[in-house]
């Protein structure tokens, strides 16, 4: 049975899920946060929707050791998504760590072709699909993986805008928030 999560307190929680792992960690008005930091926030992540089907409702143990290989994977995703065109040996290295873990399969069933995924251990499950994941939006659309344009922020997005255009992590949040400076630094001028 899955976790009972709290309210999940993040302030962006609609991202592709190696998007979402990242956002664990985010800035406001009372300072950072990291909702990892404990064992209760990681019962919270792994509630959330997002997550609970891209697990695909696998049991995944709430303990000490799915922490750890899920701030692994993060680690590492950091790493990548510093330059996701390109990463480093050192990036490449780190999520290639984390895959190694699991692996996906096929197999013909009475219902036609199945996939399936194995992981080392339930803990990994979290942390090699967020890595996957990742891959996936690789292999689509890398130069939609961004960084929020505010420098003040921490968190990710992957741009779905027809455009390609999109800025900040929330327009509610720091997308506001720039258009209030902007219009108050054109006000103060006048």
């Keep these: 049975m899955p976790p009972t999560p709290d309210a999940d307190p993040r302030p962006l929680t609609d991202e592709p899920l190696g998007i979402d792992l990242l956002n664990t960690r985010w800035i406001d008005a009372s300072g950072r946060h990291d909702l990892l930091d404990s064992l209760d926030?990681?019962?919270i992540w792994l509630?959330?929707?997002?997550?609970?089907?891209a697990l695909d409702s696998a049991p995944v143990?709430?303990?000490?050791e799915t922490l750890q290989r899920l701030l692994r994977a993060r680690a590492a995703l950091d790493e990548?998504?510093?330059s996701p065109r390109q990463p480093g040996p050192g990036a490449v290295?780190?999520?290639?760590?984390?895959l190694a873990h699991g692996r996906t399969g096929h197999r013909l069933t009475a219902d036609g072709p199945a996939t399936f995924t194995e992981?080392?251990?339930p803990s990994w499950l979290p942390a090699w699909q967020a890595a996957r994941d990742y891959l996936r939006l690789l292999g689509e659309r890398p130069e939609r993986i961004r960084a929020?344009?505010?420098?003040?922020?921490?968190?990710?997005f992957y741009d779905v805008s027809k455009n390609g255009t999109r800025r900040w992590c929330s327009m509610a949040g720091c997308g506001n928030r720039a258009k209030a400076q902007r219009h108050y630094a054109r006000t103060k001028s006048t």
């Design 41 to 43: 926030g990681l019962a």
């Design 47 to 53: 509630g959330s929707p997002l997550v609970r089907q």
């Design 61 to 64: 143990p709430v303990e000490e």
């Design 80 to 82: 990548a998504i510093a």
């Design 93 to 98: 290295e780190a999520l290639n760590s984390v």
């Design 119 to 121: 992981v080392d251990a």
């Design 148 to 156: 929020c344009g505010n420098p003040e922020c921490i968190l990710h």
